[in-house]
């Protein structure tokens, strides 16, 4: 599938295992934090704010809250799903300032909102899934981007690539 969603629940923490994410993600943060390493650098998000991570190999360390769990909202898309949304809505390509393999997202009461009917429709049969899904990303690219503009655009361009990260670098 071009999109998918996965619910990512643990009640103990993880500390830098290696990941290789085969598509673009959104890692919507709700309880806990998280702690992405790229090559020379890395990031730490709280239930505060979410990110969006390129696809490539990363390593990742996710840690409980204080109550004692880690949750987060998986959203995977793929590049064709992202080009097609760049073309449908006319995205012209920016030049992006620096090349980061992520974007953080502030998490607001929208983003609480979509998390709350991306729960919902988790429950519909997979032959529905699929549009809704593709509806839902649409959804929230056009708010991003209002929300962020051309910078948001940029990160989006420099997620279409051709080379993969070199997990030697990173570790």
Same mark, same amino acid.
């Given at each position: ?78 590049? %064709?799903?992202?080009?097609?949304? $760049?073309?449908?809505?006319? &995205?012209?390509? @920016? !030049?992006?300032? #620096? +090349? ?49 503009? %051309?910078?948001?655009?940029?990160? $989006?361009?420099?997620?279409? &690539?051709?080379? @993969? !990260?070199?997990? #030697? +670098?990173?570790?």
């Amino acid at each position: 599938p071009d999109l998918f969603i996965y619910d990512f629940k643990m009640t103990s923490d993880v500390v830098k295992s290696k990941v290789n994410l085969g598509m673009n993600m959104f890692s919507f943060l709700q309880e806990g934090k998280k702690q992405v390493h790229f090559a020379g650098t890395s990031v730490a998000v709280n239930k505060d704010q979410s990110l969006i991570l390129k696809k490539g190999n990363w390593l990742w360390t996710e840690l409980l809250d204080t109550e004692g769990t880690y949750y987060c909202k998986l959203f995977f898309f793929s590049e %064709k799903i992202l080009k097609e949304f $760049l073309n449908k809505y006319s &995205i012209g390509k @920016t !030049s992006p300032t #620096k +090349k980061k393999p992520y974007f953080i997202i502030k998490n607001d009461a929208y983003i609480t909102s979509y998390l709350n009917t991306l729960n919902t429709i988790s429950k519909v049969p997979a032959s529905f899934m699929e549009n809704l899904l593709s509806v839902k990303f649409e959804e929230i690219m056009l708010y991003l981007i209002n929300k962020y503009g %051309k910078t948001f655009e940029a990160y $989006l361009h420099s997620l279409i &690539i051709k080379e @993969t !990260s070199a997990f #030697k +670098k990173i570790v």
